[in-house]
Each structure stands twice: as structure tokens, then as C-alpha cells.
């Protein structure tokens, strides 16, 4: 890791000056393409300085983006902002800078989160900080593990993987289970206060208001839709498009996988995504350069990069 952070520090470093980057970037023939960006949740300076390092690149709107990209017209130096999971002080916070900025952003949610229920990663995290030490045994629950043995942080790898493509009903009973064996009422009910508020529908609502400012469907129950049959794939889609239109009164025009990798999405999801969206975004890196609409690559990053870790990813993109 401390390797590979060096090596990433140290190519990214000529990328300070526009100059190189411009280059690097015709070098590398990637200037003709634009890309979609990916965030969850950062501070909004570290936002701001990310976008301002992809200069000349400037964002526009994710479905301008999308039509220009499917109409084949150049997407040169054009880029979509968009933020994961629904944070609510990250909503508000990046809406704030947008605002500020004129920048165009989309905010991809998981209704479920909205409606109250956190998130299996959320749940994960909280285990990892709560659980005692110890071994634990999978229940009946899991068929497929039922009566494996674990260490706390050999379970909690084995969860914190699980996420990525098992079906909702299971997680869901798993997690519960776990999170009683993390202690008494108590700790149910810390976990209640413990978990990252979500966006308020009323804040939806008042920032939908705002032009640029786009809410999209993140799902509802942030499952890998890889372990979902056709008529649960629908549910998470349809569902998720209906309550978010029915807040915002604007299009819903884009899909946006859970957890975002191969394994996760499968090959179902996108054929219906097809069906009910303009789009369907991935976290599988790279540009718009001959991706399926309903499998679009982003390029994702986090609070701890800097500006020219931000236009390296781009350039590797
Ligand atoms: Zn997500």
C-alpha cells in the first residue's frame, strides 16, 4: 500500500502544471473522450480543489453528458459531477459549492437510506467498531456458509465481502443478527445514532428546486443486483424512480449500480436498466469511449487524494 501511495505521488507529481497534464493527456489519446466523475463522501474543499485541478475540463450536466455521448458528438473536455449514497451533510455541503461554482451535479440515492433503513456498509463499519473479539458461527440464515466459524476480523472481512453479492434478504438477517450479538438494546440503539444521517426528502425537494441540481436512483436497498432475479431487479429500479420523481418532479434518467464492480452488477441488470433508463453508471474505471450506455464507466475519488492524484486517475481512466 505505502508502495503503491509513493508511486501514485510521484507519477502524479509533474501533473501540478496544466501544461504537462494537457500533454499527458493528448499523449495518451485521451483528450477526445470525456468521463464521468465519481465521489461519496468528502469535504467540500477537497471537492472543490479536485474539480478545479481537471481544468480545462469543465462539468455539465450527467444527462447532457450521456446525449451528447450517445449522439456522437464529442464529449472533449467535458465531464459529469456525481455523488454516491445520499450523505446528508454531504449533500447539502457539495449542493452549497455547486451552487456557488454554476457546477452541474448528481446526486445518486438509495431510497431506502432515505426512508430510514442505513446501509449494509453502514452496518458493517459499525460492527467492526462494536463487536467483541471472539469467534462467531454463521447462522442458519446463510445456507451457503451456515455453521462456518470465524474470528471477529476474519467475520468481518467475510461480511464486509459478502455485500458485494449476496441477496438483500440475507444481508438484511445477517447483519440484524450480528448487531443483537453486538450487545443489549443499547447498542441497537446506538447504532440508530450512530449511523450517517441521510438527506432528508424535504431537503430533496428544496435543492430539486435548483436546475442543476439532479436526484437520481441509487436503488432502494443498495443490493448487488447481480444476486437479484428479473422481477427484484425491476422492483430496485422502478420503486427507487417512482419515489424519487415523486419528490423532485424531475426526469429520472439515470441508474446508478450498488457497490458499482462486475460482480456486483452481472449481466441482468443493465439489459433492464435499458428498459427503464437513459443510463446506468458503474465504478469500473475509464472514459466514454465505446462503453454501453447502460454500463458506463466513472472515475472515482476520495478525500485523501489531491489535485494531482485527481488528474492522474483521469489520465489513467
Ligand atoms: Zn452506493
New binding site residues.
Given amino acids: 500500500m505505502k508502495t503503491r501511495s509513493f508511486i501514485k505521488n510521484f507519477l502524479s507529481k509533474p501533473l501540478k502544471f496544466t501544461g504537462c497534464f494537457k500533454v499527458a493527456e493528448s499523449l495518451l489519446g485521451k483528450s477526445k473522450f470525456g468521463y464521468i466523475m465519481s465521489w461519496?463522501d468528502l469535504a467540500p474543499e477537497i471537492f472543490k480543489s479536485h474539480v478545479e485541478a481537471l481544468y480545462p475540463s469543465k462539468p455539465i450536466p450527467l444527462d447532457e453528458l450521456i446525449n451528447r455521448y450517445k449522439s456522437g458528438k464529442s464529449t472533449k473536455n467535458f465531464f459529469a459531477i456525481t455523488f454516491?449514497?445520499g450523505v446528508g451533510s454531504t449533500v447539502k455541503n457539495i449542493s452549497k459549492v455547486c451552487l456557488q461554482m454554476n457546477w452541474p451535479v448528481t446526486f445518486?440515492i438509495?431510497v431506502g437510506y432515505l426512508n430510514g433503513e442505513s446501509?449494509p456498509y453502514h452496518k458493517v463499519e459499525f460492527l467492526r467498531k462494536n463487536l467483541a473479539e471472539g469467534e462467531y458461527q454463521i447462522p442458519k440464515i446463510s445456507k451457503k456458509f451456515h455453521g462456518k466459524k470465524f474470528k471477529k476480523d476474519e467475520l468481518m472481512n467475510f461480511l464486509g465481502n459478502l455485500i458485494y453479492t449476496e441477496h438483500s434478504e440475507v444481508i438484511y438477517s445477517l447483519l440484524k443478527y450480528f448487531l443483537e450479538k453486538a450487545g443489549d438494546s443499547r447498542s441497537t440503539s446506538s447504532f440508530k445514532n450512530w449511523f450517517p444521517k441521510p438527506i432528508s426528502w424535504e431537503n430533496v425537494k428544496e435543492l430539486s428546486k435548483n436546475s442543476i441540481i439532479s436526484f437520481q436512483s441509487?436503488s432502494l436497498t443498495?443490493t448487488a443486483v447481480s444476486s437479484l432475479n428479473e422481477d427484484e431487479i425491476e422492483k430496485e429500479m422502478l420503486k427507487s424512480k417512482d419515489i424519487i420523481y415523486q419528490y423532485t418532479g424531475r426526469k429520472i434518467h439515470s441508474f446508478?449500480y450498488?457497490?458499482?464492480g462486475k460482480k456486483s452488477i452481472g449481466d441482468l441488470a443493465p439489459k433492464i436498466a435499458g428498459k427503464y433508463f437513459e443510463s446506468a453508471t458503474t465504478l469500473i474505471k475509464g472514459r466514454l469511449n465505446k462503453s454501453n450506455p447502460f454500463y458506463l464507466p466513472r472515475i472515482d475519488l476520495y478525500e485523501n487524494d489531491n489535485g494531482e492524484v485527481a488528474r492522474l486517475k483521469t489520465l489513467l481512466g
Wanted: hydrophobic share 10%.
Fill in positions: 461519496h454516491d449514497d445518486y438509495p446501509l441509487h443498495h446508478c450498488p457497490y458499482g
